[in-house]
Nanobody
Framework: QGQLVESGGGLVQPGGSLRLSCAAS????????MGWYRQAPGKRRELVATITSGGRTIYADSVKGRFTISRDNAKNTVYLQMNSLKPEDTAVYYC???????????WGQGTQVTVSS
């Protein structure tokens, strides 16, 4: 069964930066889009950013201009560079991949990002 393995979360001060990485295991084939979602305590999971295999990106309005999503198709890896972090960015960040003709969804285990002084 395919897996997504995330890394790069942690504690950072407001205004700081973090870079998240997510690698898809070799058993996940024909990945169409990859992306990041987040869920803060007491809130619903929300889209942060996605990127297609062709490089087309979508960002949540709240992160535009601060976060950048990128992808290495050869490595089946997606990255999220987060700059100018704010306390409201605090959440568990989940990696997502949609693969195959059916668009099967895969999720990572989540990585905690905490923005606090």
């Amino acid at each position: 069964q395919g897996q997504l393995v995330e890394s790069g979360g942690g504690l950072v001060q407001p205004g700081g930066s973090l870079r998240l990485s997510c690698a898809a295991s070799g058993s996940i084939f024909s990945i169409n889009s990859m992306g990041w979602y987040r869920q803060a305590p007491g809130k619903r999971r929300e889209l942060v950013a996605t990127i297609t295999s062709g490089g087309r990106t979508i960002y949540a309005d709240s992160v535009k201009g601060r976060f950048t999503i990128s992808r290495d198709n050869a490595k089946n890896t997606v990255y999220l560079q987060m700059n100018s972090l704010k306390p409201e960015d605090t959440a568990v960040y989940y990696c997502n991949a949609l693969a195959g003709v059916r668009g099967t969804a895969y999720w990572g285990q989540g990585t905690q990002v905490t923005v606090s002084s």
